[in-house]
């Protein structure tokens, strides 16, 4: 389902655990990392899609979870022409994503990748907020970067992470305050023998592509 202009609607989905920690997954059978994300199907409003995609993608049910934002407006990225299907072309341009900032209510244990016969992660971690920045293929930055600058205003004042709003500022100060090598967070392997990346970070220009067959996503 396209808009007129090409866009597919889309949801896209930041978890956080009680450390202001988000979830980052790895798609499965590439180097890629992520937030989850999926369209919006035919009669869904986002929240259901997002709900819908929240299961399917990570297993959890919405008593897991707490809203505690969303995007005002839907946010845009093109895809580029390399990983769009032939017959798509001139038709499907990209994404429009609605953004939804999550608490995780339950516990790490609750998380499956396998919850459904399609898994879309094969690993996952929790990472320091604005990690995601620096790691994911470059043509969803932009949409990243904006979707967590306006949402990060709704996180827990302890955690003072609206200081890194801007520009190398950010990056710098995080760096200060938890060390470079603290950053990513623990890595767990959903389902035992799961192979993952040890730290995204150092494989940067692993990660920079992305499956085609997945990029409409």
Not at 78 to 84: A, G, L, M, Q
């Amino acid at each position: 389902m396209l808009d007129r202009e090409g866009f597919r609607p889309n949801v896209g989905i930041i978890l956080l655990n009680q450390k202001n920690q988000v979830f980052w997954g790895k798609r499965i059978r590439t180097h890629s990392w992520q937030f989850p994300q999926g369209g919006i199907d035919r009669g869904e409003t986002p929240e259901q899609a997002m709900f819908r995609e929240l299961h399917e993608e990570v297993g959890l049910h919405p008593e897991h979870v707490r809203i505690v934002a969303r995007t005002r407006d839907w946010l845009r990225y093109e895809v580029p022409d390399r990983y769009i299907r032939r017959d798509a072309r001139g038709h499907y341009k990209g994404q429009k994503q609605i953004w939804y900032l999550l608490q995780l209510m339950g516990q790490d244990w609750n998380l499956n990748l396998r919850a459904t016969n399609h898994p879309e992660f094969d690993a996952w971690r929790w990472n320091d907020y604005w990690v995601p920045l620096d790691v994911v293929v470059e043509f969803k930055r932009g949409v990243y970067e904006m979707a967590l600058t306006e949402l990060a205003r709704f996180l827990p004042r302890h955690e003072h992470r609206n200081r890194y709003l801007r520009g190398g500022m950010r990056h710098h100060a995080a760096e200060q305050e938890v060390g470079h090598d603290t950053l990513p967070g623990a890595l767990f392997e959903l389902p035992p023998g799961a192979t993952f990346e040890p730290d995204p970070q150092t494989s940067h220009h692993e990660v920079t592509g992305e499956d085609p067959s997945h990029a409409a996503r």
